[in-house]
C-alpha cells in the first residue's frame, strides 16, 4: 500500500488561509470515508484533529475543516495563527483492512 | 481520562531485541485495540497494525516482518511491541495509538518511544 501523498511544505502568513491536500486511490480516500488528519508539533504525538473526513473532535478550533472529492482529501486551516505552525498528516483506512497515512506536510506561519 | 504512556527510549545494537510497552488508563483496556504507528527521523508516519485486546489477535500491516510482534498482559492494561533482530533501519519513534470516536481514526496515542539502533 503507497504512501498518500501530500505537499512536503506549505506556508501562509497569519490571518490568511491555507489548504493542504492529500492524494490516495479508489483503493482508500476514493472508497471511504475514514478520512483523518493529525496535526504534529515537534517532538510531540500526533493529535487527531479531522476524523470522517469532515468532523472535528471535542475540543478542536473550527478555524479547521476537512472535506473530500473524489480520490483527495483536503484540509483548510482559516485564520492562520503562530500556533499553527506544526507538521500536517493525513491518514485514510483502505481495501486492504489497513490503514495508510501521507507523508506528512510542515506548515510555516510566515 | 484516557493515557496511554509507554516505556523510556532505548538504545540497542543491530541484531539484538527491544519490548516497547503501552499502558492504558482511564478506561476499560478491552474496551479499545491498540495500534501501533512508527516515525522514522524526518519522515511520516506508518502504520504498523493493531491487535484486539479482547482476544489478542494480532494483524500486521502489509510487507511488516515476522521480526515485529504485538502482544498484550491485560492484567497490567498495558500491550506490547517487541522487534527483534534490529537494523539501522528500525531506527524510529515508536507510538501506540487508539481509536475511542470511530474506527480508523486514533484520537489518543502514546507519548513514543524512540528506538535507536546503533553500533
Known amino acids: 500500500q503507497s504512501a498518500l501523498t501530500q505537499p512536503a511544505s506549505v506556508s501562509g502568513s497569519p490571518g490568511q488561509s491555507i489548504t493542504i491536500s492529500c492524494t490516495g486511490t479508489t483503493s482508500d480516500i476514493g472508497d471511504y470515508n475514514f478520512v483523518s488528519w493529525y496535526q504534529q508539533l515537534p517532538g510531540k504525538a500526533p493529535r487527531l484533529i479531522i476524523y470522517?473526513?469532515?468532523y472535528r473532535p471535542s475540543g478542536v478550533t473550527d478555524r479547521f475543516s476537512g472535506s473530500k472529492s473524489g480520490n483527495t482529501a483536503s484540509l483548510t486551516i482559516s485564520g492562520l495563527q503562530a500556533e499553527d505552525e506544526a507538521d500536517y498528516h493525513c491518514?485514510?483506512?483502505?481495501?486492504?483492512?489497513?490503514?495508510?497515512f501521507g507523508g506528512g506536510t510542515k506548515l510555516t506561519v510566515l | 481520562q484516557v493515557q496511554l504512556v509507554q516505556s523510556g527510549s532505548e538504545l540497542k545494537k543491530p541484531g539484538a531485541s527491544v519490548k516497547v510497552s503501552c499502558k492504558a488508563s482511564g478506561y476499560t483496556f478491552t474496551s479499545y485495540a491498540i495500534n501501533w504507528v512508527r516515525q522514522a527521523p524526518g519522515h511520516g508516519l506508518e502504520w504498523l497494525g493493531w491487535i484486539h485486546t479482547n482476544t489478542g489477535n494480532p494483524t500486521y500491516a502489509q510487507g511488516l516482518t515476522g521480526r515485529f510482534v504485538f502482544s498484550l498482559d491485560t492484567s497490567v492494561s498495558t500491550a506490547y511491541l517487541q522487534i527483534s533482530s534490529l537494523k539501522a533501519e528500525d531506527t524510529a519513534v515508536y507510538f501506540c495509538?487508539?481509536?475511542?470516536?470511530?474506527?480508523?481514526?486514533?484520537?489518543?496515542w502514546g507519548q513514543g518511544t524512540l528506538v535507536t539502533v546503533s553500533s
Open positions: 495509538a487508539i481509536e475511542t470516536l470511530v474506527n480508523w481514526n486514533f484520537d489518543y
Open positions: 491518514a485514510s483506512y483502505t481495501s486492504s483492512a489497513s490503514v495508510v
Open positions: 470522517e473526513v469532515i
